[in-house]
C-alpha cells in the first residue's frame, strides 16, 4: 500500500498541486520536487473543429524530403497554415522578404478561428510504429485505453500501429471505428494481430497451410496487418508463406525475429514491411553461432537479455557482413523501426527507477512492473551486474552506429516504443536516442511521420503541405535545438526551472487530428485525475 494523498499543495495562478509521491522506492525523490497543475476529470477535453482554422507565425518542419533519399527539409516561417475540412488548403509565407515583395494577405490570414503560434514549430503528428495497447478493466485499471490515448495524444502522437493489442481484436476494431469518426479521444489506429497468440499455442497455423488460414482469419476479424513473433512464424516457409497470404489481403508484415531460424536478410527477402528491434540484423551477419555460454537456455529471459547484449560486438566483428545485411534491407524497401527505448533500462536500470515524469504519468500497475518477476515478460532483472550494463552500453554504441549507417544510406527508418503504458513521454525519449545514434533531429521528425505514413501506406498524410490531411503537432519550443521541449507538463525542464515554473515550460500546445484542435497540455491533466483515480483505488485495496 502507498499514500494517494499530495506531498504538498502550493497556490500559483490556476492552483498548483505537488505531486503525490509514486510507491516509495520508485521515483520517492522526484516526487519532492515536481510541482504540475491541478488535475482535470477525464473526459473533460473534446477536439474543436472549425470551418476554417488558421495556425499563424510558425515555424514549419514539414517532415518531408528529396525522393528516394533521407535528406529532409529544413524548418520555414513564420508561416501561416489554413485548413479547412480537415486538410491543409493554404500555406502563406510570413517572412520579411516575402511580406516586402507581396504584400501581408492579411485577410487571408485572418478569416477563421485563429491560433497564435508565434515561437511555435508545427510538424506532422507523430506516429508510434509499434504500440502494445492494454485493454480496460485490466492492470490499467477500468478506463485503460482513455488513460494511454491520452498520453500519446497529449505528445503530438496522432497514429498508433498496435503490435498485437491485449485489449482483444474484436474490441479495438470497434474503437478504431469510432476513433475515425472522431466519437473518442484517440490516435487513429492500425491493429496487427499477433501471431502466434497466444503464445503456448504453436499447434495452430505452424504449417505453411496454417498460416495462410491464419491470415485469412486475422482480416475476416478486421485487422489491418499482422504481427509475426517468434516461432512457428520463424520458421522460413510459414513465414513465407503468411507474407504471401497476407500481401495478396493488402496486409503488411510486421516481424519481431527474436534469435530465431529466420533472420533479417531472410525475411527481407520474403516481403516483410518492417524489421521490429533488432534482432534478426546482427545474427545474418554472423558466419557461425553467436558465442553462447555452455548453460545458455532462450526461454530463461535473464540469460537471453544478458547475452542479447553482446550480439552486436560478435557482428561488429564482421563490418563488411553487417553492411551486407543493410544493402538487403534498403534494396528490397524493408523498414527498420529499432524501439531503442524499450531496451535502455539494460545499459541503466537505476535511471528507469528514477524516471521524474513517472509521478505523473506511470500507472501504479507500471511502476509495479518494474520488479524483477519471472512470470511476466520482459521483468528478468532479478540481478543486473555492472558488467551487464557495461556489456549493454557497448551493445547500443554499435547498434546505434548501424541505424546511422542505414539511415545515411537511405533505409526506411521508421520511430516505434514497444509500449503504451507510459505512451508519448516514450515515443520522445526515443526521438533522443536516434539523435544520440547521430540523425538530426529534421531526420529524426521525418522518421517520425511521414516515413512512418509511408510504410502505413497512408498516402493522403504526406506532412506539412497544401493538400495533406492536417494531422499535425504544434510544439511550445523548439524541437530542433532541443527535442526535450516535447515532453509533456515541462519535464524537458525538471531539474532547470523552479518546480513550480516547470509546467509551463515547453510541451506539445494544441494536437490536431483530421483538423479537429486538442488541447494537449489539458489531456495530461486528464491523466494526472486519473492517475491519482487508480492510486486511490489500489491504495483502498489494499495493494
Known amino acids: 500500500m502507498y499514500p494517494t494523498s499530495p506531498i504538498a499543495v502550493g497556490v500559483l495562478g490556476c492552483g498548483l498541486l505537488v505531486m503525490w509521491p509514486a510507491a516509495p522506492a520508485a521515483g520517492q525523490a522526484a516526487a519532492d520536487r515536481v510541482a504540475l497543475p491541478d488535475p482535470i476529470p477525464m473526459g473533460t477535453t473534446r477536439g474543436e473543429r472549425y470551418d476554417r ?17 533521407n535528406r529532409a527539409m529544413p524548418p520555414e516561417g513564420p508561416v501561416d497554415i489554413v485548413i479547412e475540412n480537415g486538410r491543409i488548403v493554404d500555406m502563406i509565407p510570413g517572412d520579411p522578404v516575402n511580406v516586402a515583395r507581396y504584400g501581408e494577405d492579411a485577410g487571408e490570414a485572418s478569416q477563421g478561428h485563429v491560433l497564435d503560434a508565434t515561437g511555435m514549430y508545427v ?11 492494454r485493454g480496460n478493466d485490466g492492470p490499467l485499471g477500468l478506463r485503460a485505453l482513455d488513460y494511454q490515448y491520452r498520453l500519446f495524444m497529449g505528445h503530438g502522437v496522432t497514429t498508433v500501429r498496435d503490435a498485437g493489442t491485449g485489449a482483444t481484436l474484436e474490441l479495438m476494431t470497434e474503437q478504431r471505428r469510432l476513433s475515425e469518426d472522431h466519437k473518442i479521444v484517440a490516435p487513429r489506429l492500425v491493429l496487427c494481430q499477433r501471431w502466434p497468440l497466444p503464445l503456448r499455442r504453436w499447434d495452430v497455423g505452424n504449417t505453411p497451410a496454417g498460416a495462410r488460414e491464419m491470415v485469412r482469419r486475422f482480416h475476416e476479424l478486421g485487422a489491418d496487418c499482422v504481427k509475426i513473433s517468434k516461432s512457428p512464424g520463424h520458421y522460413p516457409d510459414v513465414l513465407y508463406a503468411a507474407i504471401v497470404e497476407a500481401r495478396t489481403l493488402g496486409m503488411p508484415v510486421m516481424v519481431d ?7 533479417a536478410v531472410t525475411a527481407s527477402k520474403a516481403g516483410v514491411a518492417s524489421i521490429e528491434h533488432w534482432y534478426g540484423v546482427p545474427d545474418a551477419a554472423l558466419p557461425r553461432t553467436q558465442d553462447f555460454p555452455a548453460d545458455y537456455n532462450y526461454w530463461d529471459e535473464l540469460e537471453r537479455f544478458r547475452w542479447a547484449g553482446a550480439l552486436w560486438a560478435e557482428a561488429n566483428e564482421y563490418p563488411e557482413r553487417l553492411s551486407a545485411v543493410l544493402d538487403t534491407l534498403i534494396m528490397n524497401g524493408t523498414a527498420w523501426n529499432p524501439t531503442l527505448v524499450v531496451y535502455e533500462d539494460n545499459r541503466d536500470l537505476a535511471r528507469a527507477h528514477t524516471l521524474p515524469w513517472q509521478v505523473a504519468f506511470y500507472h501504479p500497475s507500471v511502476i509495479d512492473a518494474q520488479w524483477p518477476d519471472s512470470s511476466r515478460h520482459g521483468a528478468f532483472h532479478t540481478e543486473w551486474k555492472t558488467s551487464d550494463e557495461v556489456r549493454w552500453k557497448n551493445n547500443f554504441r554499435i547498434w546505434m552506429d548501424w541505424v546511422r549507417k542505414f539511415h545515411e544510406r537511405g533505409g526506411l527508418l521508421t520511430v516505434g516504443t514497444d509500449t503504451s503504458p507510459w505512451g508519448g513521454v516514450a515515443i520522445v525519449r526515443e526521438m533522443e536516442l536516434l539523435q544520440e545514434a547521430g540523425l538530426h533531429p529534421i531526420d529524426i521528425i521525418r522518421a517520425a511521420t511521414t516515413n512512418a505514413y509511408q510504410v502505413l501506406g497512408m498516402e493522403e498524410h504526406c506532412g506539412v503541405r497544401v493538400g495533406c490531411v492536417a494531422d499535425l503537432a504544434v510544439i511550445n519550443g523548439n524541437p530542433i535545438d532541443n527535442l526535450k ?3 509533456g507538463l515541462g519535464f524537458g525542464f525538471f531539474g532547470i526551472v523552479p518546480p513550480d515554473e516547470q509546467w509551463r515550460h515547453g510541451g506539445v500546445k494544441w494536437t490536431i487530428k483530421d483538423g479537429l484542435v486538442y488541447d494537449a497540455q489539458a489531456l495530461l491533466r486528464e491523466v494526472l485525475w486519473y492517475v491519482q483515480q487508480e492510486r486511490g483505488r489500489a491504495a483502498a485495496a489494499g495493494s
Open 257 to 263: 525475429l527474436k534469435v530465431s531460424e529466420t533472420d
Open 123 to 133: 510538424i506532422p503528428g507523430l506516429v508510434d510504429m509499434h504500440v502494445h495497447l
Open 485 to 487: 521541449v516535447m515532453y
Open 53 to 69: 482554422l488558421i495556425i499563424k507565425n510558425a515555424i514549419v518542419v514539414s517532415g518531408r524530403g528529396t525522393p528516394r533519399s
